[in-house]
């Protein structure tokens, strides 16, 4: 900013001391002027005394030309027809000043105003031209005079289309400034409201898995020592995990480190390194601990199904108390089967079932879909009671995917009250989280009591078109024979003989009798019949199978069977 502009800045914040300035420098060059000259200057029978008296009556109004323009362009008028009917003064210097008036009530008046005040200004004119010269030769006085009002009045206007465009400009900038910093604040308070969310998932799913490894070992240590060691083992892993995602999630806040995020404000996958994936005896939590024990493992939340492909190092490796936490992706609906093999290592009965061709979604919708069925898992394990029996279904369809976590506890629907003996819950924000999440990406959140016990959450998301067209794994996935003879309208005995000859490794299971049965509330939603989910012809026997088999063949290795059991720990 230069001189000019800090000056006018300054005389704008100051119109009165500048007009008062200027209307005295005026004063002191005028009057002495007027003293120094000798009478025969003026006409015969000039009273230089009343032209004085005249001119510091016209500069008396002038410093308040700019902050009270009308009240001084009214004063100025009146000072010059005193001037010229009363003191009997055709002309002095200070008349000069009066254009001054007529600029300045322009620029800074109202329109009312300035409008008026032209109207005296040529009143004043004829006014004076009468007063100079009763003859028709006064015309010569009025034509010039009012010339010099009428560019006076035109400077005015100019000046002020320029000061009302220089105004709209500054209150567009300042209007645009005051959006900017609500539209930080917004995303201030987005972000605020996503690191929330994240830290609530985070932190009460990790300490819930503590808080039962730790009462699960301190029963096992007398009886199993063994089994209590492995408890230990799984909170240390558990909370490594936590450090880690907490880390992750708050790397954002830090200014010296910026992490490359994706849309979502997370870390991106490809540009971070890979997190060391924790390594446990896949028998570790098959056995039981005395009394109450809780069965044990090492499985952290978010690690990649394999951490081999995921391009972890083998082995497992830990982070020292004292060097960084390892940032690893964000998990996403791959996980899943990793978050449920975690709650069954924590002691919960879980089942869960895949239907459909799993797709490849984006950061966002993977995620919400791994956080809802968390914050699901999560609830069970604090308000279900004791030893519940949960069901997790996963139902891909062409346009939507579904998630359904549904368990048999008491919890406070089954049990109408809380006990007497025991404080009132107060209310908790995970199922307002999980329906921010869903909202965020157009999905639909349904949480509520089962009849007959128990408590459901389902979970509706739309697979963007993209995504929908690409597989999540580049080998074929193989679809459940009776669900795809149901879609060809084959027979459910021929289906099954279909599948004993092309899966020879095919192993059935009873489901315990309190598994909670995901179609038992009603039938399935309009969404689920779309992405093909199984018919009334299977229904029954999909709703009590407990142990899910998927095969993958290997277009290079037929006799290849990869089947994963989803047995949940007893």
Not at 136 to 152: G, R
Request: aromatic share 4%; hydrophobic share 45%.
């Amino acid at each position: 900013m230069g001189w000019y502009e800090r000056w006018a800045q300054w005389s704008e914040r100051h119109r009165f001391l500048m007009d008062l300035g200027w209307t005295v420098l005026a004063a002191l060059v005028l009057i002495p002027g007027m003293l120094t000259m000798s009478s025969t200057s003026f006409s015969p029978g000039y009273d230089l005394r009343a032209g004085v008296i005249a001119s510091l009556l016209v500069l008396a109004p002038l410093p308040w030309c700019r902050t009270r323009p009308f009240a001084s362009a009214v004063a100025v008028f009146v000072a010059s027809m005193v001037q010229l009917w009363v003191l009997d003064v055709d002309l002095v210097a200070a008349d000069l000043l009066v254009l001054v008036s007529i600029y300045c009530i322009t620029v800074y008046g109202t329109r009312r105003a300035y409008l008026t005040c032209a109207a005296l200004g040529v009143v004043g004119a004829v006014a004076f031209g009468l007063a100079v010269n009763l003859s028709v030769h006064s015309v010569v006085v009025v034509i010039p005079t009012l010339a010099l009002l009428a560019a006076s009045f035109a400077f005015g206007l100019v000046r002020r289309s320029r000061r009302a465009m220089l105004l709209a400009m500054r209150d567009r900038t300042l209007r645009l400034e005051i959006e900017r910093d609500q539209q930080a604040q917004i995303a201030t308070a987005a972000e605020r409201s996503r690191i929330a969310r994240e830290m609530h998932d985070i932190v009460a799913h990790s300490l819930s898995v503590i808080i039962a490894q730790a009462d699960g070992g301190r029963y096992a240590a007398t009886a199993d020592p063994a089994a209590a060691q492995r408890s230990l083992g799984t909170i240390a892993e558990t909370g490594r995990a936590a450090l880690a995602d907490m880390r992750r999630l708050l790397g954002v806040l830090r200014d010296d480190q910026p992490a490359p995020t994706t849309p979502l404000g997370l870390v991106a996958p490809d540009d971070v390194p890979r997190a060391p994936a924790g390594t446990r005896p896949r028998g570790a939590g098959s056995g039981a601990a005395g009394s109450g024990a809780a069965h044990v493992g090492v499985v952290a939340a978010g690690t990649p199904p394999d951490a081999a492909d995921h391009g972890a190092p083998p082995g497992g490796g830990t982070t020292p108390a004292s060097g960084a936490a390892p940032l690893r992706p964000q998990p996403d609906a791959a996980d899943i089967g990793q978050l449920v093999e975690q709650a069954r290592d924590s002691g919960m009965r879980v089942s869960w079932a895949r239907v459909g061709v799993e797709r490849r979604l984006p950061p966002g919708v993977g995620l919400t879909l791994y956080r809802v069925c968390q914050e699901a898992l999560t609830n069970v394990r604090k308000h279900a009671g004791p030893r519940p029996a949960v069901t997790v279904l996963v139902r891909w369809g062409e346009e939507e995917v579904e998630l359904r976590v549904e368990d048999d506890g008491r919890g406070l629907a089954a049990d109408g009250s809380p006990s007497p003996d025991e404080p009132a819950p107060a209310p908790g924000y995970g199922l307002l989280g999980m329906r921010e999440r869903a909202e965020m990406f157009g999905g639909t959140l349904t949480a509520g009591p089962r009849r007959g016990g128990g408590f459901s959450v389902r979970f509706v998301v739309p697979i963007p078109r993209a995504a929908a067209r690409v597989p999540a794994v580049t080998e074929p996935v193989a679809v459940d024979a009776e669900q795809a003879a149901v879609d060809a309208g084959q027979p459910a005995a021929d289906a099954d003989a279909d599948a004993a000859a092309a899966q020879p490794a095919a192993v059935e299971a009873e489901p315990p009798a309190d598994a909670p049965r995901p179609e038992e509330d009603g039938p399935a939603p309009a969404a689920a019949d779309r992405s093909g989910a199984p018919g009334p012809a299977s229904a029954e026997r999909t709703e009590h199978t407990e142990l899910t088999e998927h095969t993958e063949h290997d277009e290079e290795h037929p006799d290849r069977t990869d089947l994963h059991d989803t047995r949940g720990a007893r």
